[in-house]
C-alpha cells in the first residue's frame, strides 16, 4: 500500500533564505508520480510541482525545485529566495503508476518570518 | 483557466439534516474529487468519478454520495450529517486520473 510520511510538522525561515521540505514515501510500484501543494491561508490548495519517478533529473518551476532521491524514497521540496507569501501549508503525494488516486501526506506548515 | 468553482463557500448544517456541496470545472477534465479537509491532518479522499464512473473509498462508501450530471458538475451529498462532518470540503479535478489535480477555494462546513 502506498504511503507518504511529512515528518516536519512545522518550519520557520527567514525571509529571503532557502528552506527544504521534507517527505518519504511508500510504494511497491516501480512507477510512480509525486506532487507537491501548498494550501494557503484561505484553505485553497494550489499544485506547484511534480516530479514523475522515471526522470532522473530534479523538476523545476520558478523558485521551487525538488530533491529526488529514488534510492532513498525521498522527494524534497527546495523553495530558494523565500518570500513572506510563501507562509502556508505544503502537502506532498504520491500516485502509484497502477493507482488512480492521489495520497497526501499530513503537511509541514512553513513561517517565513522578515 | 484552471478554475474550479464550489459553492456555497460556508455551509451551516443542523445534526441530522442533509448537506449538498456543489462544484464545478470548465477544464473538460475527466476526473473531479472530493477531499474531506480538517485542521493539521491530511486531504482525505473521499470518492471521485471518472467520467461517469464513481469510485468511492470504502471507509466512507456509506456517508457520502455523490452525483456528476455533466463533465462540468458534481455534487457531494450528506444524507445525516454528524458534528464528525465539520470541516472542509475541497473538490478538484484533473485532465487523467490521478495526475495533477486543481482544486477549488473549499466549502466549510460547521454542524452544530
Known amino acids: 500500500a502506498q504511503k507518504v510520511t511529512q515528518t516536519q510538522t512545522s518550519i520557520s525561515v527567514m525571509e529571503k533564505t532557502t528552506v527544504t521540505m521534507d517527505c518519504v514515501y511508500e510504494?511497491?510500484?516501480?512507477?510512480?508520480?509525486l506532487f507537491w501543494y501548498k494550501q494557503t491561508a484561505s484553505g485553497e490548495i494550489v499544485f506547484l510541482i511534480r516530479?514523475?519517478?522515471?526522470?532522473?533529473e530534479n523538476a523545476t518551476v520558478g523558485h521551487y525545485s525538488l530533491n529526488f532521491q529514488k534510492p532513498k524514497s525521498s522527494i524534497g521540496l527546495i523553495i530558494t529566495a523565500t518570500q513572506i507569501e510563501d507562509s502556508a501549508v505544503y502537502f506532498c503525494?504520491?500516485?502509484?503508476?497502477?493507482?488512480?488516486?492521489?495520497?497526501f501526506g499530513t503537511g509541514t506548515k512553513l513561517q517565513v518570518v522578515p | 483557466d484552471t478554475t474550479v468553482k464550489q459553492n456555497p463557500r460556508y455551509k451551516l448544517a443542523r445534526v441530522g439534516k442533509p448537506v449538498n456541496l456543489i462544484c464545478s470545472q470548465t477544464?473538460?477534465?475527466?476526473?473531479m474529487y472530493w477531499y474531506q479537509k480538517k485542521p493539521n491532518q491530511a486531504p482525505k479522499l473521499l470518492l471521485f468519478?471518472?467520467?461517469?464512473?464513481?469510485?468511492r473509498e470504502a471507509d466512507t462508501f456509506e456517508k457520502f454520495q455523490s452525483s456528476r450530471p455533466n463533465n462540468s458538475f458534481c455534487s457531494l451529498y450528506i444524507g445525516s450529517a454528524g458534528l464528525e462532518y465539520s470541516a472542509m470540503y475541497l473538490c478538484?479535478?484533473?485532465?487523467?486520473?490521478?495526475?495533477?489535480?486543481?482544486f477549488g477555494p473549499g466549502t466549510r462546513l460547521l454542524v452544530l
Open positions: 478538484a479535478s484533473s485532465r487523467e486520473t490521478g495526475h495533477t489535480q486543481y
Open positions: 477544464m473538460n477534465h475527466d476526473t
Open positions: 503525494a504520491m500516485r502509484e503508476g497502477s493507482g488512480t488516486y492521489q495520497r
Open positions: 510504494t511497491q510500484d516501480s512507477s510512480y508520480f
Open positions: 468519478y471518472y467520467d461517469k464512473i464513481l469510485n
Open positions: 516530479q514523475d519517478s522515471y526522470k532522473k
